[in-house]
């Protein structure tokens, strides 16, 4: 086992870095004069791997859309009691969530420590799946998704997805369909588990009222050591063109609420951090709340102070979008593709670079303040292969030149796909 | 406990809660007002949201978010919320710890006078009056607000309820008031409100992090020192038991019903059987191992989501619940029939222990940040006493059994409302 310490001095944060035994990589973070402890533990695997192989294995495996999120769901039962029945013997509050690329189970508590940490490591490594529990299953979580069908925000952002993309799974909901969960069997779940539930495939991160001794001591005991396992993802080539560029749905509600996509295409499935850094930058340049646009959309009654810009990324798909509240949708695209037109021809002020960058050196600090922040970074950085402190590292060689350069590749009008909800 | 607090009266009927941490990255100073809820609503709920966008010192909108995103994007936000029958506004700021500020200019000091000046020092015209069309932005904004909230069916069929079981009390006015409320309001309406909200709300400022707590102080007792202060009290009326069960449906196109249960909580004050209850609350549909979830949800399949909420200061609990249509009988029962098993005492132990432990783990853990203690000391704006989590936490730990069962036994239910799926809109 190998334990390295991970220090950042003008931070002034640290965290221990764990290669386990077993294969799994351990974080451990811990926080001065903190109450609380969080531990998560999850696995490199969302919605978007629905098409898959691993070692050896000759041909790709398609499996039902909205099962890592199925599987989720399941994993917190055993054939005695569920993970809930335990946690509350304990007194942590525990939950879990499906992304668009990750699973993650976690916990906080701030006594009982270890006992809460013993059954988040035993039940994520117990699977118990019957055709039973997988019927009764597919009831509770078609409720869910039919709620989800009532919200407008939710709706409005998956409809974008669909607009933009043709082909990759980042297009499906991250719950899959009433139909298509239907398709899912015990079989398909212990597939799904045994190749993604493999400790090379997975990370563990505690932060807060914690030490690396009580964390291994429970681990030694409890982490089971499974052969490395290396996963191909199938990679769905997208064209640069977006399916249809307006999708609009009803709803009824009173002002309505867009999404505006703008499609970027790479034969590398993955951004660099640097790019993701640069991009939300430029994002917050030309539609922050110091923005130019953001002040005449607001004087144009076009938006209220809903309006945001975020950079969408991911394994195979990426995308900058704009969205908020508007009474009038297709202007405020307009008015977005004028002020974009309107930076690249006059260029970004220094005063606009330099609010840009310290507004984002006081969002990198803020991430070191919660637990729950600090352990969900740790799992995606990890996943992303870049250490934790690169962004706060990164940030002052950024330049108001790789904002500009950025501006011209990005950001092209016939690439964008705008989903309104009415 | 990972904090020191102290309490002090700056001003008549202002209580500054100092709370000295200095493990975070980030401080925080919050401004709350509370008032009467009542028929000023509107207009007070405007306030927050119009002194937070400009001040007399930076009355450009983006000349001040500027500022901001040059002390390394400080959050300043509005906010309006209910507590009992309070009405409470709240200004926010947020911002990095100033060690690590790359120049010498405090940030703290900076946040704290901004806060002070949208306070006391708005932006006015020469004669000393809001401008219009700062008015006019901020009542369009606050109608989209208010709209855009009750998009969320679960909050809307919550909203229908609490009109409906709570008609003939203040209770049921809604934080922002009403629509037509906000679009009659004009410059001096607002500008009264906000003469009357220096002179007469209760106010709590809370400061949290590794700051200098006494030139916040006297920056806020200067500030306070010019106004004419005549606090006004605040009272809540409680209905300890209800009378026959108030039933209404509506329809609406929606794809999935929501259920709300609401109940008195049999209590005459905030305080009353308070420990008591809450452990009943979280047993009965709290968490995950309650009865609502554990039997409702997963046993039965009966909705996703249903769970029971306390509202000490108002003396109530409100159980929602997301159910299939024709499931809508089914759950209602089996909401009530686990209701009348806590009654009976018809819970284990262990269910009980795990009630008390997740809710006093819970409560020593909202420390851990500038934001959860914030949450934690501003909601306790009308209580006469501030506590720590800690204290809370003790109480939960003292519960017993007998006490549990006492508590529900108290509980009536008052309304039962269905939001359908169907043809022909509820009012919007």
Not at chain 2, 128 to 137: L, N, S, V
Not at chain 2, 248 to 258: A, C, F, Y
Request: glycine letters at 6%; a negative charge; proline letters at 4%.
């Amino acid at each position: 086992m190998s334990t390295e310490i991970i220090k950042n001095e003008l931070l002034g944060e640290s965290y221990y870095s764990i290669d386990h035994p077993s294969g799994l990589k351990i974080f451990v973070y811990p926080k001065e004069n903190y109450e609380s402890s969080y531990a998560v533990f999850g696995t490199r695997y969302g919605s978007i791997d629905v098409c898959f192989r691993a070692d050896g294995q000759q041909d790709f495996i398609t499996v039902p859309e909205g099962i890592a999120h199925f599987l989720e769901h399941k994993l917190f039962e055993s054939e005695e009691l569920d993970a809930f029945a335990r946690y509350a013997k304990t007194g942590a509050s525990a939950n879990a969530y499906t992304s668009f690329d990750r699973t993650c189970y976690l916990f906080t508590c701030t006594g009982n420590f270890k006992d809460s940490f013993e059954i988040l490591l035993d039940f994520v490594q117990s699977p118990y799946f019957t055709e039973e529990t997988v019927a009764k299953e597919q009831g509770i979580i078609g409720q869910e998704l039919t709620m989800y069908k009532d919200i407008p925000e939710m709706e409005v952002f998956y409809n974008m997805l669909r607009a933009m993309y043709s082909v990759h799974p980042v297009r499906i909901d991250i719950g899959g369909t009433v139909e298509s969960i239907s398709e899912i069997t015990a079989q398909r779940l212990y597939d799904c588990y045994n190749t993604f539930y493999n400790p090379s495939n997975m990370a563990l991160a505690v932060a807060g009222n914690v030490t690396p001794e009580a964390v291994l001591e429970v681990a030694d005991r409890l982490l089971k050591s499974k052969e490395p396992v290396t996963i191909e993802r199938r990679f769905f080539p997208e064209p640069p063109q977006v399916c249809t560029d307006y999708t609009q749905q009803t709803f009824n509600i009173a002002t309505p609420l867009f999404s505006l996509g703008y499609k970027e295409t790479y034969s590398e499935p993955e951004r660099s951090l640097k790019e993701i850094m640069v991009t939300s930058m430029l994002l917050e340049i030309i539609a922050g709340n110091t923005s130019v646009l953001y002040e005449r959309l607001l004087k144009d009654e076009l938006i209220n102070t809903e309006f945001s810009a975020e950079y969408f990324t991911g394994y195979g798909y990426a995308a900058c979008i704009f969205s908020g509240e508007s009474s009038d949708p297709k202007r405020v695209r307009e008015c977005i593709n004028e002020e974009i037109a309107r930076l690249r021809r006059e260029g970004i002020t220094d005063e606009q670079f330099e609010v840009a960058r310290r507004k984002y050196y006081g969002r990198v600090i803020t991430c070191f303040n919660e637990v729950d922040d600090i352990a969900n970074s740790l799992i995606v950085s990890h996943f992303q292969k870049i250490p934790l402190f690169e962004e706060f590292d990164l940030l002052p060689g950024i330049t108001k030149s790789d904002i500009e350069a950025r501006l011209e590749a990005t950001l092209r009008e016939e690439y964008s796909s705008l989903s309104v909800v009415i | 406990m990972n904090y020191s607090f102290s309490v002090s009266e700056p001003a008549a009927g202002v209580r500054m809660c100092k709370i000295k941490a200095s493990q975070f990255k980030t401080a925080c100073i919050s401004v709350n007002l509370a008032l009467p809820l009542g028929e000023d609503a509107s207009a007070n709920a405007l306030l927050p949201y119009l002194l937070h966008r400009c001040t007399g010192k930076y009355p450009d909108m983006r000349a001040m978010n500027m500022r901001l995103g040059s002390l390394y994007g400080a959050d300043i936000s509005a906010s309006v919320g209910k507590i009992g029958e309070a009405q409470v506004l709240q200004m926010y700021a947020s911002f990095i710890d100033d060690r690590f500020a790359l120049d010498s200019e405090s940030v703290a000091k900076s946040c704290a006078d901004m806060l002070a000046d949208m306070l006391f020092e708005p932006k006015l015209d020469e004669n000393g009056r809001f401008f219009p069309e700062d008015i006019e932005r901020e009542k369009r904004m606050l109608s989209e607000l208010y709209q855009s909230e009750l998009n969320d069916k679960k909050v809307y069929a919550l909203r229908r309820c609490t009109e409906i079981m709570f008609a003939s009390e203040v209770y049921s006015v809604g934080k922002y008031g009403t629509l037509a409320d906000i679009q009659a309001l004009t410059p001096e309406k607002v500008y009264s409100a906000w003469r009357r909200v220096l002179e007469t709300a209760r106010v709590q400022i809370d400061v949290i992090g590794n700051v200098d707590f006494d030139s916040v102080e006297k920056l806020f007792s200067q500030r306070f020192s010019c106004i004419n202060r005549a606090p006004v009290e605040i009272k809540t009326q409680f209905i300890k038991t209800a009378g026959e069960p108030k039933r209404v449906r509506e329809p609406m196109d929606i794809k999935q019903g929501k259920l709300v249960i609401g109940m008195r909580a049999g209590t005459a004050s905030a305080q009353e059987s308070y420990p008591a209850l809450r452990v009943m609350c979280d047993l009965y549909g709290g968490s995950p191992h309650s009865k609502l979830f554990s039997v409702v949800r997963e046993k039965m399949s009966l909705c996703y989501y249903c769970s029971a909420r306390l509202t000490r200061q108002k003396g109530i609990i409100m159980i929602q619940s997301g159910v299939e249509c024709e499931n809508e009988e089914k759950a209602e029962k089996a909401i009530l029939e686990q209701l009348e098993l806590v009654r009976r005492g018809e819970f284990s132990d262990d269910d009980l222990k795990a009630s008390v432990d997740a809710l006093s783990d819970a409560f020593r853990g909202a420390s851990d940040s500038p934001d959860a203690i914030d949450a934690w000391f501003s909601t306790q704006i009308l209580d006469s006493q501030l506590r720590s989590g800690d204290d809370f936490a003790d109480e939960m730990e003292s519960v017993t059994r007998e006490q549990v069962v006492e508590a529900a036994n108290g509980v009536t239910l008052d309304t039962v409302y269905m939001l359908y799926s169907g043809e022909g809109e509820a009012e919007k």
